[in-house]
């Protein structure tokens, strides 16, 4: 975006907008003053189908593309899904900015994933560790679908001057999450066996893994931020850490969802499932210095508003139920 550029002034497509992140990404926009804002729902346009996102692009007619959408989800769903989270992920991407390359779109912002980087990576991950190994095997297939965008995000680059910049996002988590047994993320699984756990009085929960892996969380509305201010700011080639910086075990993760839910029964960590990645925590100078994102909120701030989100409408669903 040029400097005398006003959101004001811009067409946006968000691709998965009406998401989990997405959302929060929309209301950054609209905070800063753009009025044009287009979100294609996946109920009406099939991203993986070419057709859909030339039909999409010739409504909209967007000067910025957001690139959100994608096919998520925990380790158990990554290894029950590995094709649909490979295949999904790659084409969804490389058929969007091949056609907002073709309509002329003035800026590309993709993005990606922590899991693209390699299963064993010095701490904190930096940007220039990406190609030093293969990801972790329980999410490779996510990962790799992902980094693939990066190389065609350079190659663009190089060969049209297609301005597409990618960032990578730590774990997100917060209000309205997805908190579904079958497909969540570790907070939400946890915070909803926790308050589920509390509420029919039982006496435990059991969490993946042994709980010594780490792991860095960034709350959804930094990251939306952060995303809005390298759509405005940053026009490099270099993948970015979008991040917390702040490192913490499952364990010590699961401890603190068991006080702040106020559970008062016991954690059993199955130790026959997988912990994934080892470690997990980013370095993020590089957004700092690029575009100027520094995360604002802490865990804790953080956990206390996705718990009393959880808790409010888990509550309202009940009553409905029992009405």
């Known amino acids: 975006m040029r400097p005398n550029q006003t959101w004001g002034r811009e067409r ?22 753009c009025r044009d804002i287009h979100v294609p729902r996946s109920k009406e346009v099939d991203l993986r189908e070419k057709e ?5 692009l010739r409504v909209a007619q967007p000067t910025i593309v957001i690139h959100l959408a994608a096919v998520v989800g925990g380790i158990g769903a990554n290894r029950r899904r590995p094709g649909a989270f490979f295949y999904d992920n790659a084409v969804m991407g490389i058929q969007l900015m091949e056609q907002a390359r073709r309509f002329n779109v003035e800026k590309f912002v993709c993005v990606g994933t922590i899991c693209a980087y390699p299963k064993v990576t010095p701490v904190p991950f ?10 972790e095997e329980t999410n490779a297939p996510y990962g790799l679908a992902k980094k693939m965008l990066l190389v065609q995000a350079q190659a663009y680059r190089q060969e049209y001057g297609f301005n597409v910049i990618y960032l990578l996002p ?41 709980g010594s892996a780490t ?33 913490v075990t499952v364990k ?12 008062s029964g016991t954690i059993k960590w199955d130790s026959s499932q997988p912990d994934g990645q080892p470690r997990r925590t980013l370095d993020i100078s590089r957004a700092e210095r690029e575009f100027g994102f520094k995360p604002k909120t802490t865990l804790r701030e953080g956990l206390k508003r996705t718990i009393d989100w959880y808790e409010a409408t888990s509550t309202q669903q009940l009553r409905r139920r029992s009405g």
């Open 52 to 56: 859909a996102i030339v039909g999409i």
């Open 170 to 210: 730590a774990n997100l988590y917060g209000p309205r999450d997805n908190f579904d047994p079958e497909s969540s993320h570790v907070i939400p699984a946890l915070i909803r066996k926790c308050v589920d756990a509390r509420r029919t009085g039982q006496q435990s929960i059991t969490a993946w893994g042994t």
């Open 12 to 33: 946006v497509l968000v691709t998965g907008g009406a998401g989990f992140l997405g959302r929060c990404v929309v209301d950054e926009l609209t905070r800063r003053g």
């Open 126 to 135: 930096k940007e220039e560790n990406l190609w030093e190994g293969y990801p």
């Open 215 to 247: 792991r860095e969380f960034l709350y959804v509305g930094d990251a939306a931020e952060a995303i809005v201010a390298a759509a405005e700011r940053y026009d490099k080639p270099d993948p970015v850490n979008v991040g917390s910086g702040d490192e």
């Open 252 to 263: 010590e993760l699961a401890s603190l969802i068991r006080s702040m839910t106020s559970f």
